[in-house]
């Protein structure tokens, strides 16, 4: 278990550039999340390496308190395509 | 999940694998019987993909290779997608390579081979 507010602050602060950020708890057990990850840092990033970035932020909270997360990584310029919101 | 640690005879397990198919989905259950909706759903789109014959490995039957895999591909969560030895994605991945149709160039080598068969 593990509070979105945690989670928030380690992905700002380890992959960085984060334009835009949305964690979900998706069952309201705080361990299974779903998130969307805008950041300039994913640019030039294979999809493996973005997500890495995300898993190497979250550390060790993947390793027990986050039973599940499924996210979304974009660059800004593909989120605007997309139609993402601010 | 240092990669130092990781025990040799493991990796070359996990490697020997990886080598012996062309397709190996590291999975919770098995493809008749996935034990997870991420796993399930990685199932589902090879099947549409046209992929049938996988070697799925359930590690919820191994738990060396549950931790061994994490550690192989440096990469924390199950399901794991391996397609002729390289690492493709989890589920988040192979979702948006099928919804974007990359996916069919990353099977593509595998298919051929597989109708040839």
């Known amino acids: 278990m593990v509070e979105p507010s945690v989670i928030e602050e380690r992905i700002r602060e380890g992959v960085g550039g984060v334009s835009h950020l949305e964690v979900k708890d998706l069952t309201g057990t705080k361990d299974h999340y779903e998130a969307v990850i805008v950041s300039e840092a994913?640019?030039?990033?294979?999809?493996?390496?973005?997500?890495?970035?995300?898993?190497?932020?979250?550390?060790?909270?993947?390793d027990g308190p986050i039973h599940a997360l499924t996210f979304k990584t974009y660059t800004p310029e593909r989120w605007a395509k997309i139609g993402g919101g601010a | 999940?240092?990669?130092?640690?990781?025990?040799?005879?493991?990796?070359?397990?996990?490697?020997?694998?990886v080598d012996a198919?062309?397709?190996?989905?590291?999975?919770?259950g098995s493809r008749?019987?996935?034990?997870?909706?991420?796993?399930?759903?990685?199932?589902?789109?090879?099947?549409?993909?046209?992929?049938?014959?996988?070697h799925d490995v359930d590690v919820l039957k191994d738990p060396a290779i549950r931790q061994g895999i994490k550690e192989f591909t440096s990469?924390?969560?199950?399901?794991?997608?391996?397609?002729?030895?390289?690492?493709?994605?989890?589920?988040?991945?192979?979702?948006?390579?099928?919804?974007?149709?990359?996916?069919?160039?990353v099977l593509a080598p595998v298919k051929a081979a597989d109708d040839a068969g």
């Open chain 2, 75 to 105: 990469w924390p969560t199950i399901p794991q997608l391996y397609v002729q030895g390289k690492f493709v994605g989890g589920c988040d991945i192979v979702r948006d390579l099928y919804e974007s149709g990359e996916l069919e160039e």
């Open chain 2, 21 to 28: 198919h062309p397709v190996v989905l590291f999975m919770k």
């Open chain 1, 42 to 62: 994913f640019e030039g990033k294979s999809r493996v390496d973005q997500q890495r970035m995300v898993f190497s932020a979250l550390g060790e909270l993947m």
């Open chain 2, 1 to 17: 999940m240092a990669e130092a640690e990781m025990d040799p005879a493991l990796r070359e397990r996990i490697q020997g694998i």
């Open chain 2, 32 to 54: 008749l019987f996935p034990r997870c909706g991420f796993s399930a759903t990685v199932v589902e789109v090879l099947k549409r993909s046209g992929v049938t014959a996988f």
